[in-house]
């Protein structure tokens, strides 16, 4: 397997255990890996009518995988995610929020509520 193949597998892995823990804590999933113009977004998901955009970070420890989110991704981030809004029936007016899942190399995940901000 070449080393692009098994990030991929080690990403979806990623997500797929965060995505768990969201939807045991009752959000339901709306996107996976959703495309805009300007970037994907791993996960959306919505609980109480609030939409929460999860950015999935993996890497050997939380600390290394917390510092790969840097201005220009953000910036993507929140470009992407208003393209996002604009689907949906309040469009930008939906409460939304951005959250960051770290997952270090044992598979423990880190959620990280509303880490970042517009």
């Not at 201005?71 to 995610?81: C, S």
């Not at 469009?91 to 929020?97: D, E, K, M, V």
Request: glycine share 6%; proline share 1%; with cysteine.
């Amino acid at each position: 397997m070449t080393v692009q193949k098994r990030n991929y597998h080690a990403g979806i892995a990623a997500e797929d255990s965060v995505l768990r823990q969201y939807l045991a804590a009752g959000y339901e999933l709306l996107a996976r890996r959703w495309r805009g113009q300007r970037g994907e977004l791993d996960l959306v998901l919505s609980r109480c009518a609030e939409v929460v955009f999860v950015e999935v970070k993996k890497s050997r420890c939380f600390d290394t995988a917390a510092a790969r989110i840097g201005a220009a991704q953000t910036e993507r981030l929140f470009m992407t995610a208003a393209q996002f809004l604009d689907t949906c029936l309040q469009g930008q007016l939906t409460p939304a929020r951005f959250d960051v899942a770290l997952v270090n190399a044992q598979g423990q995940v880190s959620l990280l509520e509303n880490a970042l901000y517009a």
